[in-house]
């Protein structure tokens, strides 16, 4: 999921430590980047320098869209440098200071929509200086296309972390572009997300499907289901080499166990995801609509016992999100009692 071989490749903030905060900050810009990004990256600088653990590498970051977060980097002739607490450590500034200042230098290159332009923007960054995939983030940015757009609502795409695409929200063009979107999500090679998203009541870019009814409502759940599923198997693959290498989850303290998985089930007009929890075996459990609790019979095969939605999975069985993992996993080093079992059942649905 890295970047590293970009024609603006991301690195660690290592050629940032002689700076200043007074030199570093007019550099900074928020990146947005997929949420399994920074794991992998800290995963990959772990393995080629294990004394870097002794320090604190991680990516300052914040969760700004499901799945999708915010970093900052320092903007270099050839490079970004992209920030860690480490680094941050070495300011007088906190990590709120550090993302405004970004956001505010980001207002001054993010272009606001020509209203003599073309009403649908494509643009690409091919050499990573314009940081197009950010501008969502600058105030206002998508909302100056509102009164092109008539009414419509403006809906933004960033497949790639170099594509920008933007259209308003009518509904047989909205079909063509989340197909479009999602083939090149699917064939990029540094993927952002297949979603779209658009302005709420209140002016903040939210996932289309969050923004209230539309014809393409659907579509838009089915690509936000697309990015939780890619992110969770990403997330699943570093967790499983972890796991083959050092026979526990070193990194976040965990046993082994099985990594579940994110399945996408249901039709057209009504998806949803469910993960598995089996007896007999420790777990990670995802995020997913639905809990499915299997156990075994004397044969060993799989035998369905209920499938409860995950808020009411989580009261009952009172597993907790294990800290600092990102997307959200849930450790269940146990089956359920029958206590456990009996309102696990009751709260069972048919799907």
Not at 74 to 96: E, F, G, H, K, Q
Not at 215 to 238: F, K, N, P, S, V
Not at 281 to 307: H, K, Q, R, W
Request: proline residues 8%.
């Amino acid at each position: 999921m890295g970047s590293f071989d970009h024609p603006k490749p991301d690195h660690l903030a290592a050629l940032a430590q002689h700076r200043t905060w007074a030199e570093v900050r007019p550099l900074l810009r928020p990146i947005l980047r997929p949420t399994t990004y920074k794991q992998a990256a800290l995963d990959n600088l772990l393995h080629r320098r294990p004394e870097a653990d002794e320090i604190d590498t991680r990516f300052v970051s914040r969760p700004t869209f499901p799945f999708v977060d915010e970093l900052v980097a320092i903007d270099l002739p050839n490079t970004r440098s992209v920030i860690n607490y480490s680094t941050l450590a070495m300011w007088p500034v906190s990590t709120d200071e550090v993302f405004a200042a970004a956001r505010e230098n980001l207002e001054a290159i993010a272009q606001p929509h020509n209203p003599r332009g073309n009403a649908i923007l494509t643009r690409t960054d091919r050499d990573g200086d314009a940081y197009l995939t950010s501008w969502p983030l600058a105030p206002g940015w998508l909302a100056s296309f509102s009164q092109r757009y008539a009414g419509r609502r403006p809906v933004v795409f960033m497949p790639d972390i170099d594509t920008l695409i933007v259209v308003p929200d009518i509904p047989h063009l909205l079909a063509r572009i989340y197909r479009q979107v999602e083939q090149q999500y699917v064939d990029a090679r540094h993927r952002l997300s297949p979603q779209g998203y658009t302005l709420d009541e209140d002016n903040a870019v939210v996932p289309f499907d969050r923004a209230g009814r539309h014809e393409q409502h659907r579509t838009a759940a089915r690509a936000g289901y697309r990015l939780a599923i890619e992110e969770y198997a990403a997330q699943a693959d570093w967790l499983n080499e972890a796991l083959e290498r050092d026979l526990e989850f070193t990194h976040c303290g965990l046993q082994m166990a099985i990594v579940g998985e994110v399945k996408l089930a249901g039709t057209d007009t009504r998806p949803y995801t469910y993960t598995i929890w089996g007896k007999g075996v420790d777990y990670l459990l995802p995020a997913a609509d639905y809990i499915m609790f299997a156990s075994t019979d004397a044969d060993n095969n799989a035998v369905p016992v209920c499938t409860v939605p995950l808020t009411a999975a989580l009261e009952i069985t009172g597993l907790a999100p294990i800290p600092g993992m990102s997307p959200i996993r849930f450790e269940a080093p146990f089956w359920p009692d029958e206590t456990m079992l009996t309102q696990l059942k009751q709260a069972s649905v048919a799907l």
